[in-house]
């Protein structure tokens, strides 16, 4: 079957003021969608800035946790900004003396922590019990581990004084460093090139010399809050 095709006559008697007044209808319409586009935009970067509001803190914290594996001391963790001064005067620098030593030993107490297995499984490790008989398998927190390391090397520094300390380790012929010594100093650069601090000092002229500069030794950067981590440790030292 043929459909029937139906001619209708157009009418040409349109008036000329209805010619007239179609070209401003089309501009009306492309004005009217330039209005919604733009609308549209708005809303757009409306939305993704609430985004970047609401998710930038989250998003922060993923960024700094992501530095770390799991540690059972994550959530004793806090940061906040401090200045580092290479040229202040603290209790752990100076000539070797009893007062000096305790700050170091203060500070390096709770070198061995009580962790449960459940925390050695979140990091697919297995370690040895607990010395005390109360449970739990031996830890360290790496930070304790750098720590003891410095104060090794503060003793071969000071070889008369830590004389007792530095005849422990074993220098092996032919070598200059003792292992341990050894050990230690390229732990550390090893951590320093992992975690490398890009934080920015800059530099000043002398005062006595304009011709000459120095190094401004304070950098201001977030820290590690110790006090709330040394908190933690007392809990779980042994």
Known sequence: MHSTLVYKKMDFSQSLS???????????????SQY???????????????????????LSSKCTNNRFVYSPAENAIDYHRITIDG????????????????????????????????????????????EDGEGGYLATLDVFHHLHCLWNVRHFLAPDY??????????????????????CLDLIRQHLMCQGDISMYTYDYM?????????????????MNWE??????EKRSY
């Open 18 to 32: 209805q010619t007239r007044y179609q070209p401003l209808s089309i501009e009306k319409s492309l004005r009217n």
């Open 36 to 58: 919604l586009r733009i609308f549209l935009l708005l809303g757009v970067i409306f939305v993704y800035s609430l985004g970047l509001i609401y998710l930038a803190p989250s």
């Open 87 to 130: 040229d202040a005067v603290n209790k752990y620098k100076g000539s070797p003396s009893p007062e000096l030593d305790k700050a170091w030993l203060d500070l390096l107490h709770g070198f061995k922590i009580r962790v449960t297995a459940e925390e050695l499984d979140a990091v697919n490790r297995t370690s040895t019990n607990a």
């Open 162 to 183: 830590y004389k007792d300390q530095v005849d422990q380790h074993i220098t092996k012929p032919g070598e200059i460093y003792p292992t341990h010594i050894d050990h």
């Open 207 to 223: 005062e006595t010399d304009r011709t000459k500069i120095m190094p401004n030794f304070k950098v201001e950067r977030m820290c």
């Open 228 to 233: 709330h981590l040394a908190a933690w440790i």
